[in-house]
């Protein structure tokens, strides 16, 4: 697990500094390449810390992959309503605030369920300790990277 403390603090830097690299080029372009960086320090600690035979990491790689991607496509939701709360967070009416939490909700719930199907998916090919472990550290670093941003981003004001 000193590996998933070394990501954190790697993550945390990426994110604190993020707004300074935000300022050279493309908003978009930065947090695409922020994402593949962290996304592939992800992988690096998951691998560091479960203890895969041959078989198990030959199987279970393809389905990480995969989830990954699966991932990828809800984080992508999640920056497209980042960016459109960026855009009217000062002037947000009730009714956009409403749609804000509701999107934010919908966005957990979609990781939730994608969560537990791939709970089953991994669980064909580890023990139910080891998919287990590998939740874990998904939820951390996850937490990991959403207070980073969340961190950047202003409340809004009543």
């Given at each position: 697990m000193k590996s998933l403390i070394a990501v954190a603090v790697v993550a945390g830097a990426c994110f604190m500094t993020g707004g300074q690299a935000f300022a050279q080029g493309s908003v978009d372009e930065n947090i695409e390449l922020l994402r593949k960086d962290v996304r592939s320090q992800k992988k690096q600690i998951i691998a560091g810390n479960l203890d895969l035979t041959d078989e198990q990491a030959q199987q279970f790689w393809p389905i990480y992959d995969r989830y990954t991607a699966e991932?990828?496509?809800?984080?992508?939701?999640?920056?497209?309503?980042?960016?459109?709360?960026?855009?009217?967070?000062?002037?947000?009416?009730?009714?956009?605030?409403?749609?804000?939490?509701?999107?934010?909700?919908?966005?957990?719930?979609?990781?939730?369920?994608?969560?537990?199907?791939?709970?089953?998916?991994?669980?064909?090919?580890?023990?139910?300790?080891?998919?287990?472990?590998?939740?874990?550290?998904?939820?951390?670093?996850?937490?990991?990277?959403?207070l980073q941003l969340d961190s950047q981003i202003p409340l809004i004001e009543p």
């Amino acid at each position: 697990m000193k590996s998933l403390i070394a990501v954190a603090v790697v993550a945390g830097a990426c994110f604190m500094t993020g707004g300074q690299a935000f300022a050279q080029g493309s908003v978009d372009e930065n947090i695409e390449l922020l994402r593949k960086d962290v996304r592939s320090q992800k992988k690096q600690i998951i691998a560091g810390n479960l203890d895969l035979t041959d078989e198990q990491a030959q199987q279970f790689w393809p389905i990480y992959d995969r989830y990954t991607a699966e991932v990828k496509g809800i984080y992508d939701a999640k920056f497209a309503l980042l960016k459109e709360y960026a855009r009217i967070y000062a002037t947000m009416s009730d009714k956009q605030a409403e749609g804000y939490i509701q999107g934010r909700a919908g966005i957990e719930e979609s990781m939730m369920q994608l969560r537990l199907k791939y709970f089953t998916e991994f669980r064909k090919v580890l023990p139910a300790k080891t998919t287990a472990l590998f939740f874990q550290m998904d939820w951390r670093l996850t937490q990991i990277v959403d207070l980073q941003l969340d961190s950047q981003i202003p409340l809004i004001e009543p």
